[in-house]
């Protein structure tokens, strides 16, 4: 995480917006972009008319001005960005709006309802928030909102589920809490974890609906009351104790006009009087922190004297980074407020906060971690002192372990190591395994020699000279088979042909592998297990252990070589078992998008229907306002009254509809989601299985005895006669081959290692009982290698290991 904000004091910014004039005449104003300074112009008869104003221009600086033209996107760039990021980063952050009503402050902080481009600073920000933390995958975030309305010095939890049935006179008020640590907590106001943006763009929503439809004779206009949307952030960095917490606020503060002028009575004044006095007790407070600035012996701030303040505490003149956006009108009826607004924002520039790193340790992962460390300690100092208690290890605890010794055993480097907890059970349990693997290497020793009693000593050493030798010139040959490989391979993409003999083989193949016995292990001359896949083309036969879902790709038939890719994989889809269900869910998927889709067309149109209704009512509550200014009669107060009651109920209704389909459509895209989990992971296993399929149709080429490659090595003395195996070769059989026979065992085994296929008595054994009938008429011969020397070492070495094996069978035997 890298923020630009440092632990150091700064001012508070300050940021001056225009409203586009919708009617009347533009006040004279020059804004000077290098300078940052707006010059408003005013003239000599409206400066006459200024209480304590007799000058004719008024300069303000600021750290930027943005004109009646400024976009949204410009605005949030410059205005929030910074802090937004700061917020994530640890800092606090306070970005609030001010200025007179309708100057343009909940259009820069929430935006305007109908345009997307018009979504204002707390839409962008949460957008900015969800989007960063994919750059922060090293932290995990937790990020709750909190949305409180301020009204006549009471708050109300605008997220509160009871907004729906209650009026806002009835919701329980929120509560101002203060600890001994002076820290503020607020009662009644819910806080709500939102893991994506579209639940926290939800919740947004709603408070904002909730806001505009408090249908209260007393909360006639958002314009009388202060709204701060909060987002609580947490970050922790895995492996370590420290939290990092920090809050965003995004202020939208009530009409800063002045009573005098809005000439109203009543109800109304009463409001009037609570907002200016908030704002009078905030501007209080600036001024006592700008006289303390100012080196004035000025100790007591007086937060406390107002909900707002006493919640925003941090934000003036505390730890946080906090901004300003000043929202003026350009009319020139309306200049002495604008100056009025940009002269309460050059106070607020003299205030200097100083926002730090809110990081502090987690109790809760400290305890754990030392309760962690207390353990080990503990049987650190029983180990020492020779009283360890002995634990039984759990299964999983022992497998764990005995894979570490065998790896250890098994790393033939020397620096090797071998980790594990000092603990005597452990040590017990690896001293155990030791003793194991020596057992077991003398008596497979010992169980060699046994073996060989029958036959001679010299016998013996030369078998085991033999082997040792064959394995050394088998290691030597693998470069050269590869080679022959490719080139047969090469070879068999021009010349194979399909005929129903090689689709009996695969049917076989595939039979066989459903029956094949695991791998078997063989041991050299020096004592050391040589597991199949130890032997050659190790990575490919990685892969046989588990090779092919034989049941799904045992529908699929043959396909010839030469068919493309895509018509491979077509034909392949179109027997394959799985693919019913595939297709299943793929229909399923379909339909959940429909469904989807057409709530999600109910949704928006409610949310649309929503936001109609609302600037409805916001029209008509400034037109209203306008007359009020004027004076208006009662009756016309009454229909306005019922108009607005009209759409409030009509919000009520499409509120619950926005609110059904947003829960339905939560549903399904959980709903989705885990039937596009089950596509992919059916689509993995298709992908898969293809190309086991395929590879098993190479292999089958590589057996089928339907060409002779005309290798240059090649030779007939070195050739394969498969027509000449036994037909039915049964278990009893096969330990007496004939000559032939062995060779063609081992020549077998030669070509499936070169296909990438597992090797032994087992696949002899398939491809000789394979019915005579599905053999190829013609005689074919095919050549292990095509050189003469290989194909006799390899020959020789599968003798030579058969030799063992028969012996051992027939040592095993009772
Ligand atoms: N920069 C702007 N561009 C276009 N329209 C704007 C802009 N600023 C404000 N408006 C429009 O002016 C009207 C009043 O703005 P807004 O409600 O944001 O004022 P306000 O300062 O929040 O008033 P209040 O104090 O009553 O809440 C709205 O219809 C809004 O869409």
Redesign the pocket.
């Known amino acids: 995480m890298a923020s630009e904000i440092q632990n150091v004091s700064s001012n508070i910014e300050i940021y001056l917006?225009m409203?586009?004039l919708l009617s009347g005449t533009a006040s004279h104003y020059e804004i000077d972009k290098d300078e940052r300074i707006v010059k408003w112009h005013v003239p000599r008869h409206v400066a006459a008319g200024m209480a304590n104003h007799q000058k004719e221009r008024y300069d303000f600086f600021f750290t930027d001005i943005f004109d009646t033209d400024?976009k949204q996107d410009e605005v949030f760039e410059k205005v929030a960005r910074k802090v937004v990021m700061g917020a994530l980063d640890g800092y606090n952050g306070t970005i609030f709006a001010y200025?007179q009503?309708?100057?343009?402050?909940?259009?820069?902080i929430t935006g305007?309802a109908e345009r997307y481009v018009d979504r204002g600073i707390i839409p962008r920000a949460i957008s900015l928030i969800y989007s960063e933390l994919g750059n922060r995958s090293d932290y995990t975030y937790t990020i709750h909102f909190s949305y409180l309305e301020i009204y006549n010095e009471n708050g109300f939890d605008l997220l509160n589920p009871d907004h729906e049935t209650k009026t806002l006179e009835d919701l329980p008020k929120v509560i101002l809490l203060e600890d001994e640590e002076n820290l503020i907590h607020l009662r009644n106001l819910s806080s709500h974890l939102a893991t994506n943006e579209e639940e926290a763009l939800n919740l947004l929503f709603v408070g904002d609906t909730n806001r505009m439809i408090s249908a209260t004779p007393m909360n006639m206009?958002?314009?009388r009351s202060h709204c701060i949307f909060t987002a609580t952030i947490e970050a922790r960095k895995s492996g370590e104790d420290s939290v990092r917490k920090s809050k965003l606020h995004l202020v939208?503060l009530?009409?800063s006009e002045r009573v005098s002028k809005t000439g109203v009575d009543g109800q109304i004044l009463k409001e009037a009087k609570y907002i200016n006095l908030s704002l009078h007790f905030l501007e209080q407070v600036i001024v006592a922190l700008q006289e303390r600035n100012q080196g004035k012996n000025r100790q007591h701030i007086p937060y406390r004297n107002s909900m707002m303040t006493s919640i925003l505490r941090d934000s003036i003149g505390g730890n946080c980074q906090t901004v300003m956006l000043a929202?003026v009108s350009i009319a020139q009826e309306q200049l002495e407020e604008t100056i009025s607004t940009c002269r309460f924002a050059q106070r607020v520039a003299t205030i200097s906060n100083r926002a730090v790193l809110n990081e502090e340790i987690d109790p809760n992962l400290v305890i754990r971690r030392l309760k962690q460390e207390i353990k080990d300690l503990k049987m650190e100092i029983q180990l020492l002192r020779g009283t360890s208690e002995e634990h039984t290890m759990n299964e999983m605890d022992l497998k764990s372990l005995q894979n570490q010794v065998y790896d250890f055993i098994n790393d033939k480097s020397s620096e090797a190591t071998l980790n594990f907890r000092a603990n005597l059970q452990q040590i017990k349990t690896i001293f155990q395994l030791f003793k194991e693997v020596v057992l077991n290497e003398r008596s497979t020793h010992v169980e060699a020699i046994d073996h060989d009693k029958s036959t001679s000593k010299e016998d013996t050493s030369a078998l085991y000279g033999t082997i040792k030798d064959l394995s050394r010139q088998i290691q030597e040959k693998d470069n050269e088979i590869n080679i022959l490989v490719s080139f047969i391979r090469k070879h068999n993409q021009n010349n194979v042909q399909t005929d129903n003999s090689q689709k009996e083989i695969v049917k076989e193949v595939v039979c066989k592998e459903q029956t094949s016995s695991p791998s078997k292990d063989i041991n050299d001359s020096d004592g050391n297990t040589l597991r199949k896949g130890e032997r050659q083309h190790e990575s490919v036969e990685e892969s046989e252990s588990d090779y092919c879902d034989k049941k799904a790709i045992s529908s699929v038939p043959y396909v010839e070589r030469s068919l493309s890719r895509a018509q491979a994989f077509e034909m392949f889809q179109k027997s394959y078992s799985r693919d019913q269900a595939i297709q299943e869910n793929k229909f399923i998927l379909k339909g959940k998008y429909q469904e989807a889709k057409s709530i999600s067309e109910h949704v928006n149109k409610a949310k649309e229907n929503i936001n109609h209704l609302k600037s409805q009512i916001?029209k008509l509550r400034i037109e209203r306002a306008m007359q009020d200014l004027h004076g208006r009669d009662q009756m016309e107060t009454m229909v306005q009254n019922y108009e607005e009651d009209q759409l409030i109920s009509q919000i009520e209704t499409e509120k619950k509809l926005y609110k059904e389909g947003f829960n339905k459509l939560r549903d399904l895209k959980r709903e989705i989601e885990h039937l596009h989990q089950l596509l992919e992971q059916n689509q993995r296993r298709l992908q898969e299985d293809l190309e086991k399929w395929l590879t098993l149709i190479e292999r089958i080429e590589c057996t089928s005895q339907n060409f002779v490659p005309e290798h240059p090595n090649f030779k007939q003395e070195n050739t394969l006669s498969l027509s000449a195996a036994p037909q039915q070769l049964q278990e009893g059989e096969k330990n007496v081959y004939s000559r032939q026979q062995e060779d063609n065992n081992a020549k077998t085994l030669q070509r499936d290692s070169a296909c990438g296929m597992s090797a032994g008595e087992d696949e002899v054994q398939m491809i000789s009982s394979r019915p005579a009938s599905s053999r190829p008429k013609q005689e074919s011969l095919i050549p292990i290698t095509g050189n003469a020397k290989a194909d006799a070492d390899i020959a020789a070495f599968y003798k030579a290991r058969d030799k063992i094996l028969q012996r051992r069978s027939e040592q095993n035997e009772p």
């Open positions: 917006r409203r586009p400024s200025g009503t309708g100057s343009g402050k909940t259009f820069s305007g206009a958002s314009s939208d009530a009409g929202t916001q």
